[in-house]
């Protein structure tokens, strides 16, 4: 975190908050390998007046994305609100299991098989709201 010191003048700041990036930037090629980041957010200026939390008891997390969606879509119509934020939104996911010693013949299928077999599905599938099996038929 950097905080600049209470006596920088306002005129300086624009300045100051460049040289943090040039300096983050210069370095970034010696943090660890993967690293994601850094990130900046420039628009330190805005200020968060009210922040609302959305629960979902009995709703799929998709289904609770688009209603906040749509909140978010009626705030921006309010006059006098310039920005709202989704803050904590969670990407959605695709989890594939394999069995792989319950197949037959499994000792002699190499591990990649499957990998390639899940890569050349449609990169798209129909949403549903309930947990759903997909069976995988690769030759």
Not at 124 to 131: A, M, R, Y
Request: charged share 20%; glycine share 8%; with cysteine.
């Amino acid at each position: 975190m950097v905080q600049l010191k209470d006596q920088t003048p306002p005129s300086a700041v624009p300045d100051q908050w460049y040289q943090v990036r040039k300096k983050i930037s210069d370095i970034r090629q010696t943090l660890p390998l993967g690293t994601q980041g850094p990130f900046f957010n420039d628009e330190f200026g805005d200020v968060y007046a009210v922040i609302y939390a959305f629960t979902s008891d009995g709703f799929s997390y998709r289904e609770l994305r688009d209603r906040v969606e749509s909140v978010r879509s009626e705030l921006l119509r309010v006059p006098n609100v310039g920005k709202v934020d989704l803050i904590g939104v969670q990407g959605e996911v695709v989890y594939v299991d394999f069995q792989h010693a319950s197949w037959p013949g499994a000792a002699s299928i190499p591990i990649s098989s499957p990998n390639r077999c899940v890569r050349r599905m449609p990169s798209t599938l129909p949403v549903s709201s309930k947990p759903r099996a997909i069976g995988l038929l690769c030759g």
